[in-house]
C-alpha cells in the first residue's frame, strides 16, 4: 500500500460527460502528480500540483484540469468526454518537487468511455 | 525534450535465470533516473533510483540496474528471477534540474513473462 488513495477505482461514462477523479496523497505529502496511462501513449505526465498551487502542466489537454484542495487532496476533472479518453489516469504524491524525491502512485481509476 | 527508449516490448524468462532489461535516455545532462513496476491492476512501485554517485544502484526485490554515462543506458537486471517478478516494468526520468516539477517521463515499459 503506497499510501495514496484515488477513487472511484472504475468509472464507466458517455461520451460528452465530466467527470471528477479524487486523489488523496500520502500523509504529508504537498506534491500531486497525475498521469494518463493508454495503450497507444504509455504513461503520459499531466499536470503537477504543489501545496494548491499548479507548477507545471504536460500533455493535458484543455477539456482536463485539476484543482488541489487545502487539505492536500486533488481532482482531475475532465469533461466533454470523448472514447478516446479511455485510459487508466494515475495520481502520485511526493514529499517535495525535486526530481530527485520520490513518488508513491496510486492503484488508479481506469475511465470507460462508451 | 527527454525521451526514454525501452527496446524490448516483451521479454520472456525462464524462473530462476538471469534478467536484464534495457533503458535508454535522452537527454543533454544526466537525470534522475527510476525503474517502476507494475502488477496487474496495480499502481507503479519504485524498484530503484539513480541520481549521482556509485553507478550500480540496488533496489529492492533483488533488482539492481547500472548508469552508464557513455551509452544513456540505465539497463535494469536480477540474477535470478521469480514467478512473482512477472509484471510490467517502466523505465522514467526526471529533469535534473528544473525541480522536477514537469514529473516523470515513461518509457513505453516492458512486459515480463516467466516461464515455469
Known amino acids: 500500500d503506497s499510501g495514496v488513495t484515488q477513487t472511484p477505482k472504475h468509472l464507466i461514462t458517455a461520451t460528452g460527460q465530466r467527470v471528477t477523479l479524487r486523489c488523496s496523497p500520502r500523509?504529508?505529502?504537498?506534491?500531486v502528480y497525475w498521469y494518463q496511462q493508454s495503450l497507444d501513449q504509455g504513461l503520459q505526465f499531466l499536470i503537477h500540483?504543489?501545496?494548491?498551487?499548479?507548477?507545471a502542466k504536460g500533455n493535458i489537454l484543455e477539456r482536463f484540469s485539476a484543482q488541489q484542495f487545502p487539505d492536500l487532496h486533488s481532482e482531475l476533472n475532465l469533461s466533454s468526454l470523448e472514447l478516446g479518453d479511455s485510459a487508466l489516469y494515475f495520481c502520485?504524491?511526493?514529499?517535495?518537487?525535486?526530481?530527485?524525491?520520490?513518488?508513491?502512485f496510486g492503484q488508479g481509476t481506469r475511465l470507460t468511455v462508451v | 525534450a527527454q525521451s526514454v527508449t525501452q527496446p524490448d516490448i516483451h521479454i520472456t524468462v525462464s524462473e530462476g535465470a538471469s534478467l536484464e532489461l534495457r533503458c535508454n535516455y535522452s537527454?543533454?545532462?544526466?537525470?534522475?533516473l527510476f525503474w517502476y513496476v507494475q502488477s496487474p491492476g496495480q499502481g507503479l512501485q519504485l524498484l530503484l533510483k539513480?541520481?549521482?554517485?556509485?553507478?550500480l544502484v540496488q533496489g529492492i526485490k533483488g533488482f539492481e540496474a547500472e548508469f552508464k554515462r557513455s551509452q544513456s543506458s540505465f539497463n535494469l537486471r536480477k540474477p535470478s528471477v521469480h514467478w512473482s517478478d512477472a509484471a510490467e516494468y517502466f523505465c522514467?526520468?526526471?529533469?535534473?534540474?528544473?525541480?522536477?516539477?514537469?514529473?516523470?517521463?515513461f518509457g513505453k515499459g516492458t512486459h515480463l513473462i516467466i516461464q515455469p
Open positions: 539513480y541520481f549521482s554517485g556509485d553507478t
Open positions: 500540483y504543489y501545496n494548491g498551487e499548479e507548477r
Open positions: 502520485a504524491s511526493s514529499a517535495g518537487t525535486g526530481g530527485g524525491t520520490e513518488a508513491f
Open positions: 522514467a526520468v526526471a529533469l535534473l534540474s528544473g525541480g522536477g516539477a514537469d514529473g516523470l517521463t
Open positions: 500523509s504529508g505529502d504537498l506534491s
Open positions: 537527454y543533454g545532462a544526466t537525470p534522475y
